[in-house]
C-alpha cells in the first residue's frame, strides 16, 4: 500500500538528490554575521579533525555533579551550549570535561603517570563551571586552580549549582565571590533588576525584567569585594521564612577581580529550556569573552544602590 509516509519518504530523497536542502552558514545570534564563524576549524581544534596549532582562546567547560543533589538534568545541554556559542561566533575552543582529573597543570591518568595531550591547566585561557556541591580535587588541584586564576590571570566563569561548590574549600569562596544558602522559592517567578546596564554580559537587559529560576541565595558575600550585576527584587516576590536576606540584597549575577583574574557568577540556569533563552546565552557569551580579556567591563565593587534608599 502506497501510504502517506510513503510518499514522505520519497519526496524527502527526491529533494536530497536535487540538492534542495544544502546547508548554508549558520549565523550566530550574538554576533549577528557569520563573517567570524567562517574561519572556524581552520585553527585550533576542528571538529572531526587532526590537532592544528591554536589560534583562538581555549575554555575548559567543566562540570563535575558526581556529589550533587538533586543532579540537575539541564548540565548537559548547558555545556553543549557554551561550546555552541564559541564555535559558531568564532570566538573561542570549548573543551568538554566531566572528569576532573584535568584540572590541574599537569593532569594525571588514574595510574598516576602523566595525562598524554588533551585539556589542563597549562593549556586553557579559562574555565566554565557548572560543578555540584563536593567536587572532588587533590589539594594539588586546588592549589592550581586557585593559582590559574589569581596568579596567571585567567578565567573563571560560573553558573548555578557552581555556588554550592567546594564547602570544605575556603579559598573557592573568596575566589567565586559568595556560598550558597538556599533557594527560598524553589522555581518561582520573579523581577530581576538590572544594576549595571553598561557591563558587557547585561548590557543587553532592561533596567527591571520578568523572569522564572531556581534563584539560589548568596551567603558570606561582600559589595566591598565584587561588583553586583543583576539582583532579584524580595519586595515583588511572596514572604517566604527561608529568605534570609533581610537587607533586600539579593544578588544573582555579578563579576569580581580575584588577584590578575577576572571572575563571573549568575545563579541563571536551573532547567535546560533557560540555556536556550538567547538573552542567557548572550549573558554568558559575553561573560566569557569578558573573562578572557577580549571585552573590557568594570567590575569595581559598589555598594548596595537600596542602602540609600532605606
Known amino acids: 500500500m502506497f501510504t502517506t509516509r510513503t510518499a514522505t519518504a520519497v519526496f524527502l530523497v527526491t529533494c536530497l538528490a536535487a540538492g534542495l536542502f544544502a546547508s548554508s552558514p549558520q549565523t550566530s545570534p550574538q554576533t549577528g554575521s557569520d563573517s ?29 555533579t558526581r556529589n550533587g543533589i538533586a543532579q540537575h538534568e539541564s548540565v548537559s545541554h548547558a555545556l553543549a551550549v557554551i561550546e555552541r556559542l564559541g ?31 588533551g585539556p589542563g591547566l597549562a593549556n586553557v585561557d579559562a574555565i566554565f563551571f557548572l560543578g555540584h556541591r563536593e567536587v572532588p580535587l587533590e589539594p594539588r ?5 586557585a593559582a590559574f586564576v589569581r596568579d596567571s590571570g585567567k578565567g573563571f566563569v560560573a553558573a548555578h549549582t557552581a555556588l554550592t561548590a567546594f564547602d570544605s574549600w575556603p579559598e573557592f569562596g573568596d575566589l567565586i565571590g559568595a556560598r550558597y544558602d538556599d533557594h527560598p522559592w524553589n522555581v518561582s517567578p520573579g ?3 538590572n544594576e549595571d546596564p553598561s557591563f558587557p554580559a547585561t548590557k543587553h537587559f532592561p533596567p527591571a525584567f520578568p523572569f522564572t529560576d531556581e534563584f539560589y541565595q548568596p551567603k558570606a558575600f561582600s559589595r566591598d569585594k ?60 559575553e561573560a566569557i569573552k569578558w573573562a578572557l580579556g577580549m571585552t573590557e567591563g568594570d567590575a569595581t565593587p559598589r555598594p548596595f544602590p537600596g542602602a540609600a534608599q532605606r
Open 191 to 193: 523581577t530581576i533588576v
Open 36 to 64: 567570524a564563524a567562517q574561519g572556524r576549524g581552520q585553527a585550533g581544534r576542528g571538529r572531526g579533525g587532526a590537532t592544528r596549532p591554536r589560534t583562538r582562546k581555549a575554555v575548559l567547560a567543566w562540570a563535575d
Open 226 to 285: 565584587l561588583r553586583v550585576l543583576l539582583r532579584l527584587d524580595t519586595s515583588k516576590m511572596p514572604p517566604n521564612p527561608n529568605n534570609r536576606r533581610s537587607d533586600g540584597d539579593f544578588p544573582l549575577a555579578w563579576a569580581k577581580y580575584y588577584g590578575k583574574g577576572r571572575v563571573f557568577y549568575s545563579s541563571l540556569g536551573h532547567a535546560a529550556e533557560t540555556w536556550d533563552n538567547r538573552d542567557v546565552e548572550q549573558m554568558y557569551f
Open 87 to 117: 564555535y559558531e561566533s568564532g570566538a573561542y575552543d570549548t573543551f568538554i570535561r566531566t572528569d576532573s582529573n584535568i584540572v590541574a597543570n599537569q593532569p594525571l591518568m588514574t595510574t598516576g603517570e602523566p595525562a598524554s595531550g
Open 141 to 145: 588541584q586546588r592549589t592550581d586552580l
